[in-house]
């Protein structure tokens, strides 16, 4: 009975979730609170909080509170985690989950924030898992012990999500590989969602199709509970292999939220009969049977809470709220660093010589990439088929030479993008190549779940990586499956799109340290110019030399190509497809070619650039309607930076076609566009 004494004794303080509910929803009825989807029914999922270790990794269903509760309280007061709590439902400045963004489940140094994207916590959380031994190996500073173990939890209707199914896959991949990857999976089952009722599908259908071991606890049982989560997590930290396990019995009382509707979806019996299903009130009397408490000392203490958690909710609610509409700007990304110059090539050894004759762009790529795989020992290579080089063999040899940091991954966006982010997560600095821009579709969400990590954990939480997106702009072979002309940009993403080989080390080299600092940075590649050599004729202009060591390209920085008073401005392939049409001007050596390649927002350098000009006509790859250099135009326009006279011209809004490249930014539109612009044309 000892661990049932620590239990009863430590942890009934758990009344805190329910109690903490009920204010919440007092709270929002008068207007001093913002978030009412409650717990109730799940408060002995406090069991998973005491047994999980402090520093085992977390992501916890935004039910799932009183595992929260139960983890924090083994380390903090009481008062100061009821305080906690009640500014993230009045979404407090000083909440130290979100810090007054949203109200979350987090706060420790090893709680990982979960959106509301059902099941999004499930991708990254494998990645965690498979990046703790990665780590150890790579002797990176070690976020985990080498023991740890990653937990995630979700609701039994989130299973059927893609991000869970996902999740699940590469789990039972890793474990069918023989791959370490100690992740459980805890689902709580009350056999609803929203208002969908599970009809027992998840214990009758689901969990029999599962190619790992599932543990079945009975959730209103404090004892089961304790028990069969104590079995679950030493299967999975002594064997480093998934597991997942079931909470059943749960009822799901007072229902989703306080905006939910419950008599639209369920009778009054059903209704009644939830509200008597009392989790707690059965640990309460587990209790007071084993001799650890009695009934009045029970109703002292959930008294004594509701004074303490009314008094938590006061002062948070006098608490400020977020107003400053730039530091929710600047907190989408982690702040840049400066980067040391490197050491010249200049001295090396014959073999560490960096070749000085010219090189198309696919070249430089694998060089740069081999640079950082040499010069970053924790950073890896990941993505679908780049051990064998790819399709365009721009990892080309890097498998032979960096076998442990050069991985592929069964063909799934959703499952690459989140083990990229739980790479970062464990201290590793992931590249994640996806083989075509378009494929990014297929893990958007997970592409949105890096973005935003930063912002809503208020700087907490960073996924420093580089995502290398291929197939992009001109291409003829693949149509609009491998040549999608669309960049997605949300808030924390730093995208990029070079022209040519030099520009793309250069650039590269800059992004890996500030992806090491925690940025996500997304480069673009142009398929046309990996193995571009001459613009016009045979003139071999667009093939570059290796830069030297100490050169890097920040964000900021733009290339100017002339010094004219009108300009063509563009990025990635564009920039050649400018300098095709400058030759079909009549004065084509009066026009400037500004390459600006950084299309997150419009970089210092442009701006500048700009200065010089009088017309000026952007050259977009992307598609009409939500090209890059909309939103710059705009920018400009607003700062008084922007020339009188412009055009835009940009891609077709179409799909491309198999063969054709019609659709395209093509040089006789930058023509069309300069001779409405530019006076002397």
């Not at 408060?43 to 402090?54: K, M, P, T, V």
């Not at 929203?194 to 998840?202: D, Q, V």
Request: with cysteine.
């Amino acid at each position: 009975m000892g661990s049932y004494r620590v239990l009863i004794f430590t942890r009934l303080l758990v009344q805190a979730t329910t109690i903490s509910h009920v204010e919440s929803r007092q709270a929002a009825v008068v207007g001093e609170g913002y978030y009412t989807i409650g717990p109730g029914g799940e408060e002995l999922l406090a069991c998973a909080g005491r047994l999980l270790r402090s520093t085992d990794p977390t992501a916890l269903h935004y039910r799932h509170l009183s595992t929260q509760f139960a983890r924090h309280l083994q380390a903090r007061s009481l008062d100061d985690v009821l305080l906690d709590r009640a500014r993230g439902h009045c979404v407090s400045v000083n909440d130290p989950v979100g810090g007054g963004v949203h109200c979350s489940l987090g706060g420790g140094e090893f709680d990982y924030i979960v959106t509301s994207t059902l099941a999004s916590q499930a991708p990254p959380a494998v990645g965690r898992a498979m990046g703790i031994a990665l780590a150890n190996h790579l002797e990176a500073p070690a976020a985990y012990a080498r023991d740890a173990v990653s937990y995630v939890s979700v609701g039994d209707g989130s299973v059927n999500n893609a991000h869970f199914l996902s999740a699940i896959n590469m789990a039972e991949y890793a474990a069918f590989r023989g791959f370490r990857c100690p992740v459980l999976f805890a689902i709580s089952d009350n056999d609803i969602c929203i208002s969908l009722k599970g009809r027992g599908w998840l214990q009758k259908h689901w969990t029999k199709k599962l190619k790992i071991p599932c543990f079945i606890a009975d959730g209103s049982n404090m004892f089961d509970t304790w028990e069969t989560t104590t079995r679950a997590l030493e299967h999975v930290r002594q064997n480093t292999s998934p597991a997942v396990l079931v909470y059943g019995n749960l009822p799901r009382r007072f229902g989703h939220a306080a905006t939910d509707r419950q008599s639209a979806y369920l009778s009054q019996d059903e209704i009644r009969n939830a509200a008597a299903c009392n989790p707690l009130a059965g640990a309460c009397a587990q209790a007071v049977s084993a001799g650890a408490t009695t009934y009045p000392q029970l109703v002292a203490l959930a008294k004594d809470i509701q004074q303490r958690t009314r008094q938590a909710f006061d002062i948070a609610s006098t608490e400020p709220k977020i107003s400053d509409r730039a530091d929710l700007i600047s907190r989408a990304w982690a702040p840049l660093v400066p980067i040391s110059t490197p050491q010249s090539d200049e001295g090396a050894t014959p073999s560490k010589k960096v070749t000085k004759k010219p090189l198309v762009m696919r070249r430089c790529m694998t060089m740069v990439i081999e640079e950082i795989l040499e010069t970053e020992p924790t950073s890896v290579y990941i993505g679908e088929d780049v051990e064998h080089g790819g399709y365009y063999l721009v990892t080309d040899g890097l498998k032979q030479k960096f076998p442990t940091r050069v991985r592929d991954f069964p063909p799934d966006e959703t499952a690459l993008v989140g083990i990229a982010i739980g790479f970062a997560q464990a201290g590793i600095t992931p590249i994640l190549e996806i083989p075509y821009a378009k494929y990014l579709d297929c893990g958007y969400d997970m592409f949105e779940e890096s973005a935003i990590s930063h912002w809503l954990s208020n700087g907490q939480i960073t996924n420093g990586m580089i995502i290398r997106l291929q197939g992009f702009d001109r291409g003829v072979f693949g149509g609009n499956y491998h040549t999608h002309n669309e960049i997605h940009i949300p808030p924390g993403i730093d995208t990029v799109c070079y022209s040519n080989g030099a520009d793309y080390v250069r650039g590269w080299r800059y992004a890996i340290q500030q992806a090491k600092a925690g940025r996500v940075v997304m480069s673009v590649d142009s398929t046309n110019l990996l193995n571009l050599r001459h613009i016009v004729a045979d003139d071999d202009n667009w093939r570059r030399r290796y830069p030297d060591k100490s050169e890097y390209t920040s964000f900021e920085e733009v290339t100017c190509y002339g010094t004219g008073r009108q300009a063509i401005v563009s990025y990635g392939n564009g920039v050649v497809t400018a300098m095709q049409a400058r030759e079909q001007l009549s004065v084509p050596s009066d026009v400037m070619i500004i390459d600006s390649p950084y299309l997150t927002r419009t970089p210092a350098g442009l701006k500048e650039a700009l200065v010089h000009v009088d017309e000026v006509v952007f050259a977009d790859v992307c598609k009409q309607g939500q090209h890059p250099f909309g939103g710059m135009i705009t920018d400009l326009q607003s700062e008084g930076r922007l020339p009188a006279s412009w055009q835009c011209v940009a891609a077709l809004p179409t799909y491309n076609p198999l063969g054709s490249t019609t659709t395209f930014l093509n040089a006789p539109d930058i023509v069309e566009a300069c001779n409405k612009c530019f006076s002397s044309h």
